[in-house]
């Protein structure tokens, strides 16, 4: 019987196929999408509980550590490491050729027409950038500078919104930085608590190979929107247009 876990693997590599067939993309964003399908069922293969119970914890994860987080720095020398963790390399070194293939393929958008149109009373007209995450997306109409980013990074669970993006209903990057430096802090607050987790577990032999990634990637995230309030200019809105 097929797992979930495999059904999804073959869902997301069925995206990465239909791109490869047609030897194109449409836009920068669905290749960049491709790829990081296949960066993160790299990730999912390359952090599996080990299987090899011939080595310590500080063995393994001094290993793992070697092992690129990212599969563009993914190279046979990585195989015997792969191994010695008890790890089948056959999917890894599958997904890596994958993965060259697709940065290979062009970018070739589709010519399109612009089509003039009215706005109702309460329809959107302009797009502001999320504080948070970075999108784009619609903004109310209301005063000068005061409309808000509408809710986005959400799913829909019995009638409720559910997980909506810290970002949602606040005013957005072009008109002001003030709730992206509540979220800086935000984020320094979780990198603290990880660091000190870590170090008190660390000492234990604990594999803590996924929370050094959060870490890493908090420390990142943390320093990219740091310079983005450092360079920060206030800015017009993106007019919405409609396209044929």
């Not at 990637?217 to 740091?226: A, D, H, Q, R, V």
Request: glycine share 4%; proline share 3%.
């Amino acid at each position: 019987m097929t797992s979930l876990n495999e059904k999804l693997t073959t869902a997301r590599l069925a995206k990465v196929d239909e791109a490869i067939e047609q030897k194109m993309f449409y836009t920068k964003v669905a290749k960049k999408q491709a790829t990081e399908i296949l960066n993160n069922l790299f990730s999912n293969a390359t952090s599996k509980e080990f299987e090899s119970h011939d080595l310590s914890d500080e063995d393994r994860y001094s290993i793992s550590c070697d092992i690129p987080f990212d599969l563009r720095f993914f190279k046979v020398k990585h195989i015997p490491l792969l191994n010695k963790l008890g790890i089948d390399p056959k999917f890894p070194l599958q997904l890596k050729d994958l993965d060259d293939l697709v940065r290979s393929l062009p970018v070739i958008p589709v010519v399109r027409k612009k089509v003039t149109f009215k706005a109702t009373k309460n329809q959107a007209t302009h797009l502001g950038t999320c504080q948070v995450c970075g999108r784009l997306h619609k903004v109310s109409r209301g005063e000068v500078d005061s409309g808000l980013v509408a809710k986005h990074g959400y799913n829909v669970d019995n009638g409720y919104f559910n997980q909506v993006c810290y970002g949602a209903e606040q005013v957005p990057f072009e008109v002001s930085k003030d709730h992206k430096e509540k979220y800086i802090i935000s984020l320094e607050s979780t990198l603290d608590s990880l660091i000190r987790g870590v170090s008190k577990t660390v000492s234990q032999g604990i594999d803590m190979r996924k929370t050094k990634i959060r870490i890493r990637m908090l420390e990142s995230e943390i320093g990219y929107n740091k310079k983005q309030c450092k360079e920060w200019v206030k800015k017009d809105l993106t007019p919405i247009q409609r396209w044929a």
